[in-house]
């Protein structure tokens, strides 16, 4: 319930703006993107993940993730709870969730994403927060993606293993419920984990 009421104040958010990004195609939304506010890149991620493009749509959201993080921590102090943090927190569930769970089916794609998305990030503008002026708030959020990247790397075989049964040993049958509620739980556990290195959804 708390997750449908923050994505029912993001979208009334994003329409009080001058454009819905939920209303943009995918081209429209890619089109000078770098200049937007980081709302769009999630949106941009929903659309492409919809439209089959998955690991595009895992490229969009983590970099929409590093630039909202970065505007976050730029702006603590001016912004309302209920505007932009609870934007990014209603964002970080509803579209970030199955998109999370499709990229850690594949950790070392996921890990060569990490890596494009702060390649793309510092070599492309960013109107909001530019780097040059923020270049500390840039530095801890990308210290805390490339830590989440080594972690999931380590820790692969383990997040494999609650993925996929292990070999000769077919996995208990569950209804689908119960199944959902397990992945629901196993996906939690590593949000907790990656929150405690200042990454995944707040």
Partial sequence: MRH???????LSFLKASAFDPAALSI?????????????????L?????????????????????LRYRVY??????KLDPSGDPAVFSALSEEIGRPINEYAFGDIPQLAKTIDAVIAWDQSHNNALTPHAEHKSQYDQIVSG????????LQQADSIRKTRTPLPNRP??????GSQRRLNAATQDLWFFRLALIGWGPS
């Fill in 72 to 77: 976050l921590a730029v702006n603590k102090d």
């Fill in 145 to 152: 993606l490339t830590q989440m990247r080594d972690q999931v």
């Fill in 4 to 10: 449908l009421v923050l994505a029912l104040l993001a």
């Fill in 45 to 65: 991620a929903k659309k492409l993940f919809a439209a089959g493009q998955k690991d595009d749509a895992v490229f969009w959201f983590y970099a929409g993730q």
């Fill in 171 to 176: 996995r208990p049958r569950r209804s689908v």
């Fill in 27 to 43: 081209e429209q939304l890619k089109n000078g993107i770098e200049n937007q506010h980081p709302a769009y890149f999630y949106y």
